[in-house]
């Protein structure tokens, strides 16, 4: 029996990129806005249309915590957040001079929760120096513009990290990267879009855009003098080079992995088993999938590991289950997350999974409850 891996990286061939690599050395240019990094930014912005300006960065730790710190109220310190979600995003909050406030998730979208955000709003208004949405598992927030309309009212910039979205669509056909004050993704090598390591800031401001990118190169102008809190947050030429080679032909792969997602609907919804809402028009590197009950999950990853098929569980712990952040302060209860966390499971959902792969993962789940 062949084991199905949680996760490959895909990355491009090396045959592809060496070409890259050899103009690289010619020209002797391997970082610091080299012409394969503006190409990329370029292509990019070009995807998601809606005249969005690009800027990428290392990997999308940085890309928030510049945009965070460029963005935000300097003379406040609370952020609403979703507790739903990666360490990194109270990591970058934090090192920005931020405090992270956990917000709970809603319960069919796994969005955050918009209601208690807005009621955390309403006490500490004076207090919030912005709102960091998160969209996830990449998938576009459906009430992005009740989002908007609440970040207007109160005043406060709104940062989307939107890390494993790129390429993803909300259900009235408009690409992820267009909204909020900008948005951020991550081509982590995990991720569907994946060079390694890499990230990108997008934003409709222009200006806004010209900041980040000097600020990730130590906040230098034109002139080499240091204008901001910058710091090395620059994505190297073969990452860009490599970028570039993944967007060529990663339309076909989204093609392809869409297929696999809606096979796993398909015959895990009959038993049980919950989505993501909108999920499906999510372009995610592994699917996430809700059991019944906790008991499920714990069988089912004792099958798993039978059967030779790797899992998760994303996000589990949560952010308030995490040493590092045990001292957060909360908006409310936490409940959604905590129930959610307790019976959610990570499969595979890899571009070359065949529809007996699924078979076999799909059997795994039946065997566990009850079918
Ligand atoms: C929601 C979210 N934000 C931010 C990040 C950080 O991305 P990067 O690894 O590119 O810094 C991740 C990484 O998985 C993530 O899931």
Same mark, same amino acid.
């Given at each position: 029996?062949?084991?199905?891996?949680?996760?490959?990286?895909?990355?491009?061939?090396?045959?592809?990129?060496?070409?890259?690599?050899?103009?690289i050395c010619e020209t002797g240019v391997f970082t610091n806005s080299g012409p394969f990094e503006g190409r990329f930014a370029a292509e990019l912005a070009?995807?998601?249309?809606?005249?969005?300006?690009?800027?990428?960065?290392?990997?999308?730790t940085v890309g928030i915590q510049l945009a965070c710190k460029t963005l935000f109220h300097r003379d406040r310190r609370l952020v609403p957040v979703a507790s739903f979600t990666a360490a990194a995003v109270p990591l970058a909050l934090i090192w920005?001079?931020?405090?992270?406030?956990?917000?709970?998730?809603?319960?069919?979208?796994?969005? /955050?929760? #918009?209601?208690? $955000?807005?009621?955390?709003? *309403?006490? !500490? =208004?004076?207090?919030?120096?912005g709102i960091l949405l998160t969209s996830t598992f990449g998938t576009a927030n459906?009430?992005?513009?009740?989002?908007?309309?609440?970040?207007?009212?109160?005043?406060?910039?709104?940062?989307?990290?939107?890390?494993?979205?790129?390429?993803?669509?909300?259900?009235?056909?408009?690409?992820?990267?267009?909204?909020?004050?900008?948005?951020?993704?991550?081509?982590?090598?995990?991720?569907?879009?994946?060079i390694g390591e890499g990230g990108a800031v997008v934003s409709r401001d222009h200006g806004f855009i010209r900041q980040i990118n000097q600020l990730?190169?130590?906040?230098?102008?034109?002139?080499?003098?240091?204008?901001?809190?910058?710091?090395?947050?620059?994505? /190297?030429? #073969?990452?860009? $080079?490599?970028?570039?080679? *993944?967007? !060529? =032909?990663f339309?076909?792969?989204?093609?392809?992995?869409?297929?696999?997602?809606?096979?796993?609907?398909?015959e895990l919804e009959p038993l049980g088993c919950a989505f993501q809402s909108d999920g499906s028009l999510g372009v995610p590197a592994f699917v996430s999938v809700a059991l019944p009950s906790q008991r499920h999950r714990e069988e089912l990853r004792m099958k798993l590991d039978e059967v030779e098929v790797g899992w998760r569980a994303y996000f589990n712990?949560?952010?308030?289950?995490?040493?590092?952040?045990?001292?957060?302060?909360?908006?409310?209860?936490?409940?959604?997350?905590?129930?959610?966390?307790?019976?959610?499971?990570?499969?595979?959902?890899?571009?070359?999974?065949?529809?007996?792969?699924?078979g076999r993962i799909v059997s795994a789940v039946g065997c566990v409850v009850g079918h």
């Amino acid at each position: 029996m062949r084991r199905i891996p949680f996760l490959t990286p895909r990355l491009p061939e090396p045959s592809v990129v060496a070409r890259d690599y050899r103009e690289i050395c010619e020209t002797g240019v391997f970082t610091n806005s080299g012409p394969f990094e503006g190409r990329f930014a370029a292509e990019l912005a070009r995807w998601i249309g809606r005249d969005v300006e690009v800027a990428v960065t290392a990997n999308a730790t940085v890309g928030i915590q510049l945009a965070c710190k460029t963005l935000f109220h300097r003379d406040r310190r609370l952020v609403p957040v979703a507790s739903f979600t990666a360490a990194a995003v109270p990591l970058a909050l934090i090192w920005s001079g931020f405090e992270p406030v956990l917000i709970d998730i809603e319960p069919k979208t796994w969005q /955050p929760d #918009l209601r208690m $955000a807005e009621r955390f709003l *309403q006490r !500490e =208004v004076d207090n919030v120096a912005g709102i960091l949405l998160t969209s996830t598992f990449g998938t576009a927030n459906a009430a992005i513009d009740a989002w908007e309309t609440l970040a207007t009212r109160y005043g406060v910039p709104l940062v989307i990290d939107s890390a494993a979205g790129f390429a993803s669509e909300y259900s009235w056909g408009e690409p992820l990267g267009g909204r909020g004050d900008c948005e951020i993704f991550s081509f982590h090598a995990t991720k569907t879009m994946a060079i390694g390591e890499g990230g990108a800031v997008v934003s409709r401001d222009h200006g806004f855009i010209r900041q980040i990118n000097q600020l990730k190169n130590f906040g230098f102008d034109d002139y080499r003098r240091s204008w901001g809190l910058g710091q090395n947050g620059k994505l /190297p030429e #073969l990452a860009s $080079a490599m970028g570039i080679r *993944q967007l !060529e =032909v990663f339309k076909d792969r989204l093609t392809k992995r869409q297929e696999v997602l809606r096979w796993y609907i398909t015959e895990l919804e009959p038993l049980g088993c919950a989505f993501q809402s909108d999920g499906s028009l999510g372009v995610p590197a592994f699917v996430s999938v809700a059991l019944p009950s906790q008991r499920h999950r714990e069988e089912l990853r004792m099958k798993l590991d039978e059967v030779e098929v790797g899992w998760r569980a994303y996000f589990n712990p949560p952010i308030h289950g995490h040493p590092a952040f045990a001292e957060l302060q909360r908006a409310g209860d936490l409940a959604v997350t905590d129930d959610l966390c307790g019976r959610i499971i990570s499969l595979p959902l890899d571009d070359w999974l065949t529809q007996a792969d699924v078979g076999r993962i799909v059997s795994a789940v039946g065997c566990v409850v009850g079918h």
